[in-house]
């Protein structure tokens, strides 16, 4: 857009001395010189490249010099190979006036921004008629240019095919508007120019802005449709290169501007939005340098393992409480938001000139419309403006109402007045932090009934967010470098609000159907607003992020206007908001502790309504996927035993009763085969009984008796199970040690995930063993084919027909970019988890093998798993486990404990994956 200044140009390649060693080698081989041309030219190529990536490494953040340093090394390789075959290969004697070419360098390279890697796209421009001359040279120009190992994208046209082509395709337009001179004839390039603007341009520039826009939410769909996606396309992504340059290009086809710099001649930038604007297009380009550079080809995607080692390159250090891979990844997403905010005025800017050349025509020209009086605003056309360019510096406090009326009316913000409010930001200071009637408005903002979603967004991308809560500014762009967050701090906050208003206007009833209920019953739906903004508010600061975000909610809620009660509510859900996750997804619903423990957290309905909405909206603003059926099933089930149990001070119904109760919902399913539940149901200990709901238990004796009169040693059931969002898998066989492991190890190699299982063991020594299963996107089993494929695995690895351990170990991580992150894995003992197990946690790389691997180990060590509970964060995860010893005992003793512990750390550890896999 702007090309940069190259220093030291010879150093990177030196034609002059080039032509000469080309002539010389014409010279001494003939026509058999062009392998030696080849040889020198890759050579002159590859010291280039070494040059510039040398430079880059001493100055990482020098993106344009970088970038258009790989344009001027592909300029001289262009012209050097143009003037060799026009001179020795084809020289054209007596040129007729048809036979003229110029080299025009389109897209990337006519924007002089190449990364090391990028595509080499040339226009080849004839006049009015193509000659054989022209062919032959565009022919053998190109043939050099790949056996040099350049991507070449090419075309080949006359001016009249150029015109023609340029009006019915968007993208040979946008390529020729950006089109730049190589080397040729300069006449007939600039003839091209000329009929370009005037035949394809002239007249057609709001079409052009439409199409542009179109093509680029297109692409942010197809990409995410966020610029805060943690591993985000630096070319490509939302906030990233493409949309600067889609700026460039509006401005380039409506104004005629031939840099970027142009654009605040013609009032679309001031000076200062085009620094940022400079200065965001020279760090991305910088990373997508390095990319190209690191993985050796065209790379635009910032992925976890580049992130690390880029942000080494790049100089970014550990600070306390945060990485320098999230500090890196924070400065870029800065400047992304840069983009966005530069993208959203400018082209509301293009917006509005559209609009009043449309005024100064027509039946309506000079008919202007008159603009409504809102609290002091002007407001028309639904945007809402400052009426004077010192209306914030007149009152700060402004800065916060603006976007307040915004949200109440359903109004969007003037981009001037967008531009005001980032300029102005700054004046934001202590006295308006503690102004309550700045409070008031911000709280009436937060908790709005239309979209606070989408004004706070606004808020964020002014600089008035921050500045207004200095607590949100610090995670501002802050990522989390892990996969399991999909989007940054603030970002994950906001959707998470956004979420929360939705589910209270009963857009999200399908999905929450509790939460849906619950938030017209909190009694202060200010608090859990609050709540959620603030349960993050304290990441990247070391420690605790949930013990820390409590005390600045104690520090924050006042300031905001929230009363004593409010204020302990909101620190306690802050301290306590992956509470109910842990507890739902980690530990047994079925065993009473599991719901005494919870409760004496809870204490009260009021904190557990609040949880629970709190709990969904968290988990659900991760990502897409995150939130399913089976999530939203364990945490119903939470908090209906939990509801019970704080409304009535204890379980309404002892254990004789509930499984009385059990059976006769499990007899009414079971309609005339309803004699099971005596017949085969007497089987079954209580433990089963109270353990398992009850469709499964119906199913369960209904396969048992099945199983049973067929004299069958092995039964396996396999079958989609809507309730929970899963497969479910049971299996019957008679009981003996490792049955566990070695069904688990042959769901992996189905390619299954198990979320949940339960083992229990009949009176008459049969085990009854359920899973639920999905597969490595989180999606269940459906087809016959697939439930086939699961049958036939645990039938042979119960025969012992495939041997577990390697086949398993060969099988990839189910994300294989988990390897750029350290997970050391760790074992938790909790022996006051349950009265009758000891819980056992284990924490690792998640892999296939995981679960099998760590059941071995406790078979190995004669623990009898009662049930097994798996959960995935990105990366990571965490299995739990209920077990005893051989004699239905706890595990207590500490030496017992140390053996059980280094045995799963090892089985867990990338050392023993290490080893199966060379096996």
Not at 770 to 781: A, I, K, R, T, Y
Request: aromatic share 8%; hydrophobic share 40%; net charge neutral.
């Amino acid at each position: 857009m702007n090309q940069a200044k190259i220093p030291k140009q010879r150093k990177i390649i030196d034609r002059k001395k080039l032509s000469g060693d080309i002539a010389a080698l014409v010279a001494e081989h003939g026509e058999k010189a062009r392998q030696p041309i080849i040889d020198l030219l890759r050579a002159a190529l590859d010291a280039g490249r070494d040059e510039l990536a040398e430079r880059l490494a001493k100055k990482p953040s020098s993106g344009h010099e970088c970038s258009g340093g790989q344009s001027f090394l592909i300029d001289q390789i262009v012209r050097l190979i143009h003037d060799h075959v026009i001179e020795n290969v084809y020289p054209p004697g007596n040129r007729s006036a048809s036979e003229r070419m110029t080299v025009t360098a389109v897209g990337g390279y006519g924007r002089a921004e190449m990364a090391p890697h990028s595509d080499v796209d040339i226009a080849f421009l004839t006049p009015s008629r193509r000659t054989p001359w022209c062919e032959q040279v565009i022919e053998a120009i190109l043939y050099f240019l790949w056996d040099l190992g350049l991507q070449v994208g090419h075309s080949s046209r006359t001016l009249d095919e150029m015109v023609k082509m340029a009006k019915s395709d968007l993208t040979i337009r946008t390529a020729l508007l950006e089109g730049r001179y190589v080397w040729g004839d300069r006449e007939l390039y600039e003839e091209a120019g000329r009929r370009f603007y005037s035949e394809v341009v002239n007249g057609t520039e709001q079409t052009f802005v439409t199409e542009k826009l179109q093509e680029r939410n297109e692409r942010h769909r197809r990409l995410g449709n966020s610029r805060y996606l943690v591993e985000p396309n630096v070319k490509d992504g939302k906030g990233g290169l493409r949309d600067l340059h889609t700026l460039y290009w509006i401005g380039k086809y409506i104004h005629k501007v031939r840099s970027a710099s142009e654009l605040v001649d013609v009032g679309l930038f001031t000076p200062q939005e085009y620094r940022s604007f400079r200065r965001a297009e020279g760090f991305m380009l910088a990373v997508r340098c390095h990319l190209h550079i690191i993985t050796g080809r065209a790379e635009d995607r910032l992925t976890f393992d580049m992130q690390r080692e880029i942000a080494s390159r790049m100089n970014f250090a550990d600070r306390t409480g945060k990485s320098a891979v999230e500090r890196f990844m924070q400065f870029y997403f800065i400047q992304a938001k840069r983009v966005g905010s530069l993208t959203g005025i400018f082209l509301a800017h293009i917006d509005e000139q559209f609009a009043q050349k449309r005024a100064r025509k027509g039946f309506f020209a000079g008919f202007t419309v008159r603009p409504r009086m809102l609290k002091g605003y002007r407001v028309y056309g639904g945007k809402i403006a400052a009426p004077g360019d010192k209306w914030f510096q007149d009152d700060p406090v402004r800065l916060i109402e603006i976007f307040q009326i915004a949200e109440s009316e359903g109004l969007e913000i003037h981009p001037e007045t967008m531009r005001q409010a980032d300029r102005d930001s700054a004046l934001i200071k202590a006295d308006i932090q503690n102004d309550p009637r700045a409070n008031a408005l911000f709280l009436d903002l937060l908790a709005g009934r239309n979209d606070p979603e989408m004004v706070l967004r606004w808020m964020n991308e002014a600089g008035v967010f921050g500045r207004f809560v200095p607590d949100f500014g610090k995670v501002n762009s802050q990522m989390q470098f892990d996969m399991y967050h999909h989007y940054t701090v603030d970002e994950h906050t906001i959707r998470a609000i956004g979420l929360l208003n939705r589910i209270e206007k009963g857009e999200l009833t399908k999905d929450h159907p509790r939460s849906a209920k619950l938030i017209h019953r909190v009694n202060s739906r200010r608090a859990l607003y609050v709540a959620v903004l603030l349960h993050d508010i304290a990441k990247g600061r070391g420690g605790d992020h949930s013990v820390l975000g409590g005390d600045v909610a104690e520090k924050l809620c006042p300031r905001f206007g929230l009363d004593d009660q409010e204020t302990s509510l909101v620190a306690w859900l802050v301290r306590q908001h992956l509470l109910m996750s842990a507890t739902a997804f980690k530990r047994d619903l079925t065993d009473p502790k599991t719901i005494e423990d919870f409760v004496i957290e809870v204490q009260s309905l009021e904190r557990l309504r609040n949880l629970m909405i709190l709990t969904a909206v968290d988990i659900r603003a991760v990502g897409p996927g995150t939130w399913n059926s089976w999530k939203g099933q364990l945490l119903g089930e939470l908090y209906d035993n939990a509801q019970e149990r704080l409304r009535l001070g204890h379980v309404r119904h002892g254990r004789k009763e509930r499984i009385a109760a059990k059976k006769a919902v499990v007899a009414e399913e079971l309609a005339d085969r309803s004699e099971l539940v005596d017949e085969v149901g007497k089987f079954f200990g209580d433990a089963y009984w109270i353990a398992e709901p009850e469709d499964v238990i119906s199913r369960n004796l209904v396969q048992y008796k099945v199983a049973r009169g067929l004299e069958e040693q092995l039964s396996i059931h396999c079958e989609y199970y809507a309730a929970r969002g899963a497969t479910l898998v049971s299996v019957i066989a008679a009981d003996h040690p490792g049955l566990f492991y070695r069904i688990a190890g042959g769901i992996h190699l189905a390619g299954g995930n198990i979320i949940d299982a339960r083992i229990h063991t009949t009176q008459s020594g049969w085990a009854v063993d359920n899973f639920l299963v999905q597969d490595p996107s989180g999606s269940p089993f459906r087809e016959e084919r697939q439930l086939g494929r699961i049958k036939t695995s645990i039938s042979d690895a119960l025969a012992n027909r495939i041997e577990l351990a390697p086949q398993l170990a060969k099988r990839p991580l189910p994300i294989s970019r988990s390897k750029a992150f350290v997970v050391q894995p760790r074992v938790i003992f909790d022996n006051r988890a349950s009265n009758r197990f000891t819980v056992i946690e284990v924490n690792a790389r998640d892999r296939p093998a995981l679960l099998n691997r760590l059941a071995r180990e406790l078979f190995e060590n004669q623990l009898i798993v009662q049930s097994a509970h798996v959960t995935a964060y990105g990366e990571r995860a965490a299995d739990t486990f209920y077990v005893t010893d051989l004699l239905g005992q706890k595990i207590t003793s500490s030496e017992r404990l140390a053996s059980v512990e280094k045995a799963l750390l090892d089985a867990a550890s990338d050392r023993r994956q290490a080893e199966l896999e060379s096996v």
